[in-house]
Nanobody, 119 residues
Framework: QVQLQESGPGLVKPSQTLSLTCTVSGGSITTSYYAWSWIRQPPGKGLEWMGVIRYDDSTYYSPSLKSRTSISRDTSKNQFPLHLSSVTPEDTAVYYC???????????WGQGAQVTVSS
C-alpha cells in the first residue's frame, strides 16, 4: 500500500519561500511510469495543480506558478520536496502531494498540509 505524507511549516511570512516535503512509503518514486504531483486548495476554492516530477526526474509546472515553483526529489529518502518562492497571502492553502498512475488518475494522496501565509 502506497502512502504519502506531507511535512513542513504551517506558517510562512510573506515574501519568504514555502517549503514542503512529501515522503512516500510502500513504493519507489523512481518506478516507471508514475508521476508525483503537488496540488493545492485555497480556502473556498477548487483544487489547483502546481506541478509534477516524473519517475525519470523530468518536471512540469503550472504556467501560472512556474516562475516561483520548484519540485525536486531525494531518491535515497524517497521524498519529493516543493519550494514556492515569494509567497503572498494568496498562497494560503491546503497543500497535497499525490501519485498519478500510469493511466493518468490520481490514485494515492497525502492527507494534506495547511500552510498559512501571514506576517
Amino acid at each position: 500500500q502506497v502512502q504519502l505524507q506531507e511535512s513542513g511549516p504551517g506558517l510562512v511570512k510573506p515574501s519568504q519561500t514555502l517549503s514542503l516535503t512529501c515522503t512516500v512509503s510502500g513504493g519507489s518514486i523512481t518506478t516507471s511510469y508514475y508521476a508525483w504531483s503537488w496540488i493545492r486548495q485555497p480556502p473556498g476554492k477548487g483544487l489547483e495543480w502546481m506541478g509534477v516530477i516524473r519517475y525519470d526526474d523530468s518536471t512540469y509546472y503550472s504556467p501560472s506558478l512556474k516562475s516561483r515553483t520548484s519540485i525536486s526529489r531525494d531518491t535515497s529518502k524517497n521524498q519529493f520536496p516543493l519550494h514556492l518562492s515569494s509567497v503572498t497571502p494568496e498562497d494560503t492553502a491546503v497543500y497535497y502531494c499525490a501519485r498519478r498512475s500510469v493511466v493518468g488518475a490520481y490514485d494515492y494522496w497525502g492527507q494534506g498540509a495547511q500552510v498559512t501565509v501571514s506576517s
